[in-house]
Every structure is written in structure tokens, then in C-alpha cells.
């Protein structure tokens, strides 16, 4: 059986009879990047505040390191880390003096981790200039400095990226794989830069109008997007035959309602639909299939209404 | 939490321009005080010397301190940050209310020593109808020989006089978990401290009144603590100022245990 990190049982949250969260159920392994990907409004924030203790559910409940429980969810987040919106920072304070405040708040002796912490997010050069002066950029960067004292083997990050110039995203992003792949650490991140997210996840949780409409690793969401012919016909099994003996391609998958996916012959289009025909192929759909993430989030989200 | 707070406050330039005025507004009360004892200052002056005394200043200040101090954390989601970091709300809010005490008593610090300053002189000190808190202290103990034991009964009276104005604007705490609009939470507090005065009038009229209000720190009562005063009152003063804010913890936390956090 496996361990999960978080795992959430039907998390419902109503606000005046509406749902904006509904039934929602996640679970996240350790060591992974999961992005949380929906709409404004989808209940990402909603999602991510529930898990840390700002807001509470209306139905449905919370697992976290394997406890629930409200005394023990407030013990078990002192090995979680967060930036939920904005950074928690105070404007009339510097860098250092913010996760020096954020150190002693989360009773971390250490007074080293300050230094190294700054230096991570390339914020040791910012001295004396106090977080009210600071771009949005630097900000972020602060803000997740702060989520990530203490070493905390799960970290919510709500929009990270927002406001970073490129070479920051990239920065980010190097970071967040690092920690996740040498300490382990898993990370629940939410962005609305999906190309962005393409390069640092390893999962995806995709929700919509508070539900979640699909969860699946990197390996499936490339498998949903590689490009491809998706057959549909009365003799699949003739099919696979004709694919195999005339077109002598194994490069294909039978799909569970029993549809073909083809990842061969894209370009020689003509001479593929010759051949089923030839051969008496009764086919009922032959459509180029292929998604970008934005396509494949699209699709799942309900398609063109939310183009 | 406590030490976060404390960090906190000491890094703040308000808590320092705050201590600013107190002192000014304690040197102008005493000399004010003076001179009409004096009689360099018309007795209708004594109404500004009011407004500079540790009573008005105090209400006004407190909720300052209220409005910054944990209005200011929901504005840059310091306490977001400690409850999603594993803190109990019901330690963020003792933490709050501790070092909250603490600060009112720091801001106090100026009339307390200018207290013991203007009594050591010797001198008399006039404020006519118009002397609570340590003005009261300046007014009443004027002119007086001290020896130890009532210095020890001053000592005791100004550490009463802190904690009944602290209890005073413990309320502010409430309205500041409550509200967590710094404008609002100030004029709130400072609404109620005005109002506080004319309790007096309600207590004469009403029997029951004025036994729930000599339950509260508010009221008028037990801020015209001198060197004199016996000691069962100052520990009368004392137990209902700290179990007042107690219950202030108690209702502050009620209304917080299950709020969002916006």
C-alpha cells in the first residue's frame, strides 16, 4: 500500500450554498512535483488553503504525513512549508530580518539557514533595502525562502512564478526539481503558465469549477498528447491485422473502447486511409489526435466554452 | 511566537515614534499640572492636560498599537504564515495579547517615570476635576514625603494603574482579531474609551450597573489608585483587570477558532 504525503477524502467547501470546492479527493507521493492546474476560480486557492489551516471544510477531510485530525493537522504542518496568494512579508523589514522573523516564528534555532536560504534564492545582495521595495520578483523569491526554513518535506506554493522574469522562472524552477529530487520534498505547486509547469512537474492535478477533472503523471499526460491517427471501426482486431501485415507497424494502442491509436504514418495521411479502405476497413472515425497542454487542459475543462 | 512578536515590534519604527510621543505628551502633562498648581496656567487648561495624560493618550495609543500590531500581520499575512506553519490560534492570540501588554506598558513607561519624577521634586500638582490614571497620581501624592514603604506603595500603584490600562484596551485585541481593519479597529477602541468615562454617570443610576462595572476594569474605579490606597482594593484592581483580559483571550478566541483567514 502506498504512502501518501497528503491525501484529502471528498474536500468539499461551501461558501453560502455554493460549492467551490466538491468532493475533492488528491492524494500526493512523497517526492514528486504535483501542479495544480485550473481556471481562476477553479478552487485552487481554496484547495491549497484548506490544506494549511486557513480555512476549514465544510465536508470531507485531510491526511496529512498520515494523521488527521484537527490537533494532529496542526501538528503535522510544522513539516509543511507555504506561500498561499502572496508572500508573507513584512514591508518595513529587509530580506534577512523577514526570514529571520519567519525563523524564530517557526522556532528554528539555527540562525545559518538565513544566509543559505538567501543565497538559494539569489537574494543575499539585497542588504539594507527593505521587502516594501522590493519587485514582485523578489518578492516571490522571498516568499518561498520563507516557505522553505525549516526543511519541510511538503510545500504548497500557490502561483510562485507570478511577477518572475524569465531567467527567475528558470531559477525557480531548478530549485524546486533540485529539492524535490535530492531532499525528497514533495511540492504541491499552482500555475497558470502551463508551458511553465510542463518543465517542473512530474503530475498534474487538473481542476475545474471546484472539481478535479483528472490527475495523471507526466508519462500519461505525454501519452494524451503525442500526436496520432485515433481509428474507430465495427473490426478493430481486422484492423490491428491490416496495421501489422500491410502497413507493418507495431507503433499503436488499442485502447480500452476498443479505438485505435496510431503514432505511425502521420504524414502519409492519403496513403493510410488507401490502405484501411483496400481492405475493406469499415471505419466509423479517423481523426489527427495530439494536444499541446493547453489543448489537453482545454479538453478536459469542457472544451470551447473556456477557449 | 512570543519572541517573533518581540522581533517584530523591535524592528518597528512605530512602536519608537509612539514611545516619542508619550514622553512629550508626559513632560507637557506634569508641567502643565505644575504651572496651574502654580497658577501660571489658567485651571480651564487643565482640560489639554487631560488630553495629554496617560488616560486619553493610552486610548488612543493602544488602539494604535492594536491596529499595527495585529491588524498589520493580516495585511502582510504574518499570522496566515504562523497558522499555516503549525501555531495553535489560541497561541497566536495569547502571544498577541502578551506582548500587546507588553507594549501598552513600554508606551507607559514615560508617565510612570515622570510620575516618580514630579513627586520626587516635591512639588504640588493641580489638574483640577480632571486627574485619573498617573495624572491622578501627580495630582493626589503632590507634594507628599515619601519614605520606603511609600515608594514601595507607589511602585505598586503605577504596576496596578499599567495593568488596569492594558486591561482597558485589551478590547482593542478583540476588535483587531475581529475586525482586522486598523481605521476601524482604532476608532471602535477609542469610541469606547470615551464613552468609558461617562459610566460614572450610569453607575450613580443603577445599582446593577455599577456592581457588573466594578467587575471590569472600565468604569473609572480602579484608576485612581494612589500610595494610599489598602491593599485589598489594588488586589481587587488587579485580580479583575487580569481575569478581564482573560475572558477577552476567551471571546477574542471563540470568534477566531474557525474564522477564515483572508
Known sequence: MKEYILKTNNLTKSYHGVNVLNNVSVNLEAGKIYGLIGQNGAGKSTLMRLLAGLSFPTKGSIELFGHFGEKELQTERKRIGCMIEYPSLVPNMTAKENLRLHRIMKGIPDKSVEDGLLNLIGLSGTGKKKAKNFSLGMKQRLGIAVALLGNPELIILDEPVNGLDPLGIVEIRKMLIKLCEEKQITILISSHNLPEMYQTVTDYIIIHKGQIKKSLTMAELDEQCKHHFLIRCMEPEKLVSVLELELNTQNYKVMPDNSVKLYDYLEQKEELAKVLFDNKINVTNFSDEGNTLEDYFISVVGGGDHI | ?262
Open chain 2, 1 to 262: 511566537m512570543i519572541l517573533a512578536d518581540l522581533y517584530k515590534i523591535r524592528k518597528s519604527m512605530w512602536i519608537k515614534i509612539l514611545l516619542i510621543i508619550t514622553i512629550l505628551c508626559a513632560v507637557s502633562m506634569t508641567i502643565i499640572a505644575g504651572e496651574i498648581e502654580k497658577g501660571n496656567l489658567d485651571i480651564n487648561m487643565a482640560g489639554i492636560g487631560f488630553l495629554l495624560s496617560d488616560a486619553n493618550m493610552i486610548s488612543l495609543l493602544g488602539a494604535v498599537i492594536a491596529g499595527i500590531f495585529i491588524c498589520g500581520d493580516f495585511d502582510n499575512k504574518t499570522i496566515h504564515d504562523a497558522i499555516s506553519g503549525g501555531n495553535s490560534r489560541v497561541s497566536i492570540i495569547v502571544s498577541k495579547t502578551i506582548v500587546f501588554i507588553g507594549a501598552i506598558a513600554c508606551i507607559l513607561l514615560p508617565y510612570a517615570i515622570l510620575t516618580g519624577i514630579a513627586l520626587n521634586t516635591g512639588n504640588k500638582y493641580n489638574m483640577g476635576n480632571n486627574s485619573i490614571g498617573f495624572l491622578h497620581l501627580i495630582t493626589s501624592e503632590g507634594g507628599k514625603d515619601f519614605d520606603a514603604s511609600a515608594v514601595l506603595g507607589l511602585l505598586t500603584s503605577m504596576a496596578t494603574l499599567v495593568i488596569v490600562h492594558a486591561a482597558q484596551q485589551s478590547i482593542s485585541i478583540l476588535f483587531a482579531f475581529l475586525i482586522k481593519k486598523p481605521v476601524i479597529v482604532i476608532a471602535v477602541s477609542y469610541a469606547i474609551s470615551v464613552i468609558n468615562p461617562r459610566l460614572t454617570v450610569l453607575r450613580a443610576n443603577s445599582e446593577v450597573f455599577d456592581k457588573i462595572c466594578s467587575f471590569t476594569p472600565f468604569g473609572g474605579d480602579y484608576t485612581f489608585i494612589t500610595s494610599g490606597t489598602e491593599a485589598d482594593y489594588v488586589i481587587k484592581a488587579l485580580a479583575v483587570s487580569l481575569i478581564f483580559i482573560v475572558l477577552i483571550i476567551g471571546i477574542t478566541y471563540a470568534t477566531f477558532r474557525k474564522k477564515e483567514v483572508k
